[in-house]
């Protein structure tokens, strides 16, 4: 199940404050395509839960096996920002988790990298939000052989080809301008 891209855009400035979400947007895309039910491991998985309930219970199956997982939109791991497993594949819950771990990351790359324009540190942040280092963000990978950061950014550039263009601005006039000079 994907969740439209206006509906993200809503929950990502109303389920927190924090960060921008356009930028946020951004790591949703390339995390869950969208998924608010997705579930990452190191393990390959079949297929992906279509729903909550089945999200939880796979959630579950995978606790009890001790392997390791990401969940959700932001695809953050259980045992961060006090999510539980019931609690992580809710939307609302799921941003506030991964916006505060991007502020996070976006705050140790502003001190990591003061001289860096601001574009710089978000693309820092993004692979430090992945990978937990500004490193591992930039080494390529998968069949594209992109960087995480480069799917990040590419997505940027994705976005900004899907916005509606600004309109010219047009001089309003007073009802009483009936030649429109003034």
């Known amino acids: 199940m994907l969740i439209d891209a206006t509906l993200i855009l809503s929950l990502l400035g109303s389920c927190q ?31 992906q839960p279509t729903t909550k309930d089945e999200a939880i219970e796979y959630a579950k199956s995978l606790t009890n096996l001790g392997i390791s997982y990401k969940v959700g939109l932001m695809q953050v791991p259980i045992s961060e920002q006090g999510l539980t497993i019931s609690t992580a594949f809710d939307s609302c819950a799921n941003i506030k988790a991964g916006a505060n771990k991007f502020k996070s990351c976006l705050d140790k790359a502003t001190a990591s990298f003061p001289d860096s324009s601001t574009n710089e540190q978000v693309q820092a942040a993004a692979s430090c939000y992945h990978y937990g280092n500004f490193e591992d963000g930039l080494k390529k990978e998968g069949n594209q052989k992109l960087s995480y950061v480069e799917r990040f950014s590419e997505n940027t550039a994705q976005q900004k080809n899907e916005q509606p263009q600004p309109k010219p601005h047009t001089k309003q006039s007073e009802a009483w301008d009936v030649f429109k000079d003034f």
């Open 17 to 47: 404050s924090s960060i921008e979400p356009q930028t946020l947007y951004k790591l949703v895309q390339v995390e869950s395509a969208g998924n608010p039910f997705s579930i990452n491991t190191e393990v390959p998985i079949a297929q």
